[in-house]
């Protein structure tokens, strides 16, 4: 049985976001088909105990976990006192800055975070340790991790899966700066150039879309291994059709991922404006978790309702018209699959459904300014024949591109043909 290991920063489980779900999903299929030991660094005494709850799940997976050891320094009152005042004042001049320049892409923007980010020596240390076990592939996850390519041994078959290119999300975060200055031009430059050279140190690289598949076959060029195997959903439960009656709208994702947070930022600020012009009353469900700045900010809209994490999305989303005013980034919309499994009309920027082959009219409304993204959400809200034919064209479709156990397969088939021979 051949041996992988998987590398990721984030802890996958509890399953109350899309990736986790779909690396569980991942990883439950392949426990039983290879061995499977996942590499983990987790920060807080909660992340701590959600990885022990996996581990009660996953008993034939071996863990690796990560532990910074610290030496204790002493500070004094007076010392600790400053730091906190510091770092107060710093979140206040942030906030004034930003309400200055009107400019919140940029405040958000990662392109300032995209070139090596430092990790602790200690943790470099133990990778490369551990990657010296014998696997036979290792499986590196996430940008945040894509420099370990440079310390992972060449005698392994190393992957890379990137979930989002960052240069294609610089390139949109830059397009919705105010102005742009000679400084962040050089930095996009050198981002990319890191971002190419980094995924260069992998063997095999792991896009979920043909899109993005295609994008970094032209980026790194089509010698390279690039692979497409999309993000593994949950198995499709057939959910009955509920006209969405009382305008209802629903958005799912969380604050922490800033298209998320950048896709409503214009909703409330572009959109909902034009909605009161033209009189339409509606609600809107934000679902997922979001910061007590983001809840305040979105709930002085008396229509917007942050509902948290929903356990039974599918029960929860059902009647309502789904929104994907996603202008930033790439990668694979969990939200998209999320909606179309719960028989769930949707309405999405052409950004929102990269990759997904979703076509406008037949699957979706696609819209791409605020004017016609006002007007998507009166007309469908105002014809429940189109919200039954754009649900159900949309189910057939994903049945037939997106079922699990084809991507499941199609996933194992990728680790086959890197290694070679056929995984018994």
Not at 205 to 214: E, P, R
Not at 338 to 352: E, L, R, W
């Amino acid at each position: 049985m051949k041996k992988i290991l998987f590398i990721i920063p984030y802890i996958p489980y509890p399953l109350n976001s899309g990736g986790n779900q779909a690396f569980f999903n991942m990883v439950e299929y392949i426990r039983k088909r290879m061995s499977v030991s996942v590499l983990l660094y987790p920060r807080t005494t909660k992340e701590q105990n959600h990885i022990e709850a996996l581990k009660k799940i996953w008993d034939n997976v071996t863990f690796f976990v990560f532990q910074e050891n610290k030496e204790p320094i002493q500070k004094s009152f007076y010392f600790s006192l400053l730091e906190k005042i510091k770092a107060s004042v710093t979140r206040k001049m942030r906030r004034r800055l930003n309400k200055l320049k009107k400019d919140p892409v940029r405040e958000k923007a990662v392109l300032f975070q995209s070139v090596f980010p430092a990790f602790p020596s200690q943790y470099l240390d133990y990778v490369a340790n551990i990657s010296r076990q014998g696997f036979d592939i290792i499986q590196v996850e996430f940008y945040e991790l894509i420099s370990l390519g440079y310390i992972l041994p060449q005698d392994v078959e190393s992957v890379f899966v990137h979930h989002e290119i960052r240069y294609i999300r610089n390139e949109n975060e830059m397009n919705l700066f105010h102005n742009l200055t000679e400084r962040e031009k050089m930095i996009f430059q050198v981002a990319k150039d890191y971002e190419r050279a980094a995924l260069q140190q992998y063997k095999h690289i792991i896009a979920l879309t043909d899109t993005d598949k295609y994008i970094l076959e032209q980026f790194i060029g089509e010698n390279k291994s690039i692979f497409s195997s999309p993000a593994v959903i949950q198995p499709i439960k057939e959910h009955p059709f509920q006209p969405a009656t009382s305008n209802r709208l629903t958005f799912i994702g969380s604050g922490d991922h800033y298209p998320n947070n950048d896709a409503m930022q214009w909703f409330i600020s572009e959109i909902i404006p034009i909605l009161h012009k033209k009189g339409f009353r509606f609600t809107l469900d934000i679902i997922g978790s979001w910061n007590s700045y983001d809840i305040k900010a979105a709930e002085a809209f008396e229509e917007i309702r942050m509902t948290g994490f929903i356990p039974d999305l599918a029960a929860h989303i059902s009647g309502s018209i789904a929104l994907i005013p996603i202008r930033i980034g790439s990668g694979m919309r969990m939200k998209a699959l999320d909606a179309v499994t719960a028989q769930v009309p949707i309405i999405t920027t052409t950004k929102g459904i990269e990759g997904i082959d979703l076509r406008n009219e037949e699957e979706c409304l696609i819209a791409d300014s605020p004017e016609a993204f006002a007007d998507a959400i009166i007309r469908l809200s105002q014809n429940t024949d189109l919200q039954k034919k754009l649900s159900a064209n949309a189910s057939e479709r994903l049945k037939a591109l997106y079922q699990p156990e084809r991507m499941l397969e199609k996933r194992m088939n990728v680790y086959r043909q890197i290694t070679g021979e056929y995984l018994a």
